[in-house]
């Protein structure tokens, strides 16, 4: 079953309802449980609900490191459980337009 926190991360920064998150965790591959089931951290497979489809479009093969850098920062918070989601979603925010400047896009 995906941990708490992450449920957590759907819910307040993807605006997911628990049976839409429910139906997600069923349909993975990955026993997110179980640490040694893949090499990702489940905030790997969450992280892609919180970039906008227009930018993952646009950024195409560059999507890999702008879901490594808003992953930590979503391991980061998660560290303790203890969310400060307001937070959270600004430094997504300021992260995900940091990168889309760089990018040229």
Same mark, same amino acid.
């Given at each position: 079953? *995906? +941990?708490?926190?992450?449920?957590?991360? *759907?819910? &307040?920064? @993807?605006? #997911?309802? /628990?049976d839409? !998150?429910?139906? #997600? !965790?069923r349909s993975r591959p990955v026993d997110f449980s179980n /640490?040694? @089931?893949? +090499?990702?951290a489940a905030s790997w497979y969450v992280v892609e609900f919180l970039i906008p489809t227009e930018v993952? &479009?646009?950024?195409?093969p560059r999507l890999n490191p702008l879901k490594g850098e808003l992953s930590m920062l979503i391991e980061q918070a998660m560290a303790e459980c203890d !969310?400060? #989601?307001t937070l959270l979603r600004q430094q997504l925010a300021d992260n995900l337009a940091r990168f889309v400047e760089a990018q040229g896009q």
């Open positions: 079953m *995906l +941990h708490g926190c992450f449920r957590g991360v *759907l819910r &307040e920064l @993807a605006g #997911w309802n /628990p839409r !998150i429910d139906t #997600w !965790i /640490p040694y @089931a893949s +090499h990702d993952r &479009e646009r950024i195409g !969310i400060d #989601w």
